[in-house]
């Protein structure tokens, strides 16, 4: 009986060991399993990456485009300055050469007003000389 009791040991101490070899495959199957799961993420991390990188590469080139974009209007805009300051300046010299014939035209205007006044002045000395001595003529007359 004594065999029959270690046999039974025997066995149960082989049930033990398998259970525990059962268990140790069950928890690398489920490593294995986590694992598979885990790589899985980071193909589609890598694929994520992939279209971003992508994307910033289309975001670079758009960015180059509107870059060289703006550049040309800058150029353009600098030459329609240069042209706006050159006729304003152009328009303030054309102001300041007619604000000088104006003064000149003035001037003019003024002398013409003061020997018209002068004209007049000496008509009606004239005027009045020739109606003293005529009243003068008439008055030694009677």
């Known amino acids: 009986m004594d065999n029959l009791t270690d046999m039974s ?28 799961r ?16 992508q994307r910033l590469n289309n975001h670079s080139k758009k960015i180059d485009e509107h870059d ?4 040309k209007a800058l150029g353009s805009i600098e030459m329609i300055e240069k042209m ?21 035209v003035e001037k003019s205007v003024a002398d013409i007003s003061r ?10 000395s004239a005027a009045a000389g020739f109606i003293l001595v005529l009243v003068n003529q008439v008055g030694s007359f009677f």
């Open 9 to 36: 040991a025997n066995s149960d101490r082989v049930d033990d060991r398998l259970d525990r070899i059962e268990s140790k495959i069950d928890k690398l199957s489920d490593a294995v399993i986590a694992i598979a």
């Open 38 to 53: 885990a790589e899985e993420r980071i193909v589609a991390i890598e694929a994520d990456k992939q279209d971003y990188w």
């Open 68 to 71: 060289l974009a703006i550049t």
């Open 84 to 104: 706006a300051n050159r006729d304003r300046d152009e328009y303030f010299a054309r102001q300041k050469d007619q604000g000088e014939r104006l003064g000149m």
């Open 115 to 124: 020997t018209t006044t002068i004209i007049h002045r000496l008509a009606w």
